[in-house]
């Protein structure tokens, strides 16, 4: 039987995707991606199906109310941008 500590480890071994890997995770599932600074964003028009929800959520992504978008930090954590825009402070590429 695994102890929290193992479980936590196990956890915190996960594998990170790479900004190359999820690039290349939104061009396999034809996502229209943003990269801002290191992180990428996909947005919708309308809420996305199920299927494509969690395979975001499965991947790393995370929903951002605030930005009413799909974020994805690719290994680079960074301090909250409240109070300012990373598409407004980073160079925005599309892919």
Known sequence: METKTEN????NSRHIPDLA???????????????VGKWVWV???????ET???AL??????WSARRGGWAHNCGNPSRSAS???PFEKYQVTTI
């Open 8 to 11: 936590a480890k196990k956890e």
């Open 57 to 62: 959520k499965d991947f790393g992504f995370r």
């Open 21 to 35: 890997e999820v690039i290349a995770f939104c061009r396999k599932l034809n996502l229209a991606g943003k990269v």
């Open 43 to 49: 947005f919708f028009e309308d809420k996305p199906e």
């Open 83 to 85: 109070k300012s825009s």
């Open 52 to 54: 494509i929800r969690k």
